[in-house]
């Protein structure tokens, strides 16, 4: 009995691609990224990917994004395509979803997400977080500057009061080993 091992196992087509769940994003700022697309199927199949932001559940932008400058394109049977690219929208503290439409039937045969987060918001992230633009105590070199004075006292201290062990140490000569032993070993 043979096990086959489907990787691209979507019925029409699947769609990744390198955006992780959330990104900080500014409004009017380009996102680029690179989406992947899989033809799982036996035939050559068409595509299409529309762009949709959602902020509360309402749609505020959906459109067609062009690949090769067609809003249709082929992605040959058991095979991908790496599409590089930028997306920009006006809005942000929304989904941003690039659904794959296969042609044929019409319908959504995958999509990806991603929460566009935005930079005002960020504030509560940690400073060094990518597109923090934190000015509420966030200065590392402020506290490293306060804190570096009693970190050398520590380190100091620990030197200074640290208890020293004495190490006795026995010097033998020929003359003492033969001391030692006349009178059966003992020092």
Do not use: H
Not at 55 to 71: N, R
Not at 166 to 174: L, M, Q
Request: glycine share 10%; charged share 20%; aromatic share 10%.
């Amino acid at each position: 009995m043979t096990t086959q091992v489907t990787v691209m196992g979507g019925p029409q087509g699947d769609i990744f691609w390198d955006l992780p769940s959330w990104i900080a994003y500014a409004s009017g700022y380009d996102i680029g990224c690179n989406i992947y697309v899989a033809n799982p199927m036996d035939t050559a199949k068409e595509y299409a990917l529309i762009a949709r932001l959602v902020k509360s559940g309402q749609a505020l932008s959906e459109e067609a994004l062009p690949v090769f400058g067609y809003t249709w394109f082929k992605v040959d049977p058991g095979d991908f395509i790496t599409l590089k690219g930028a997306l920009r929208f006006s809005d942000s503290d929304a989904d941003l979803t690039v659904q794959l439409i296969e042609k044929e039937s019409g319908g959504v045969a995958d999509a990806v997400t991603t929460r566009l987060v935005s930079t005002e918001n960020t504030a509560a992230l940690p400073p060094a977080w990518p597109g923090s633009t934190s000015s509420s105590g966030g200065d590392w070199s402020s506290l490293l500057n306060t804190l570096f004075p009693f970190l050398m006292l520590g380190i100091m201290a620990v030197v200074l009061l640290k208890p020293q062990k004495e190490k006795e140490t026995t010097i033998t000569t020929p003359a003492t080993q033969k001391e030692m032993l006349t009178q059966g070993g003992k020092a």
